[in-house]
């Protein structure tokens, strides 16, 4: 695994983690509205409902909490590895990977063009596809390697 592709899944797990957060907020307003019409208390087909959302939450949950733990591995990995990088590109690179940001979010805070963060990102991301191995694998929790690493079935994209 490289540098990138674990900065490809830290930025995709950051919008899975956004997703499943609105799930879950969304079935806590379909809760909501169940208890207000009996809840598990009530109807039966009002309860059977009830215990639906009760535990697609549970299983969302669950799935977030995942998505959490992997998400502070990469983002702690990815950080580390960016350090020597020129400070532009470390920035961009942290801003767009580790916080999810969009590129232009990304040029707005630190005051520099589009085209320069765009510059700087792709200057980044050449370093970061050669850097693999053991310097990636050093940065990361033998849990997450395990499960996560290559050939773990977690696909990577770059």
Partial sequence: MTALELMAACRRD???KARLEAQIEELDDYITCVNAFGGAGGHASVSDRYADYMARKDELEK???ETKKA????????ILLT???PDTQRKSMRGFYVYGKTAAAVARELHYSASSIAKALAAARAVCALIGGD???DKLPPWYLKKY???AGKEWDS
């Fill in 14 to 16: 950051n919008q899975e």
């Fill in 63 to 65: 799935r977030l909490y």
């Fill in 83 to 85: 350090e020597s990088l």
């Fill in 149 to 151: 690493g290559e050939g």
């Fill in 135 to 137: 310097a990636v694998e």
């Fill in 71 to 78: 998400l502070a591995a990469e983002s702690a990995a990815a």
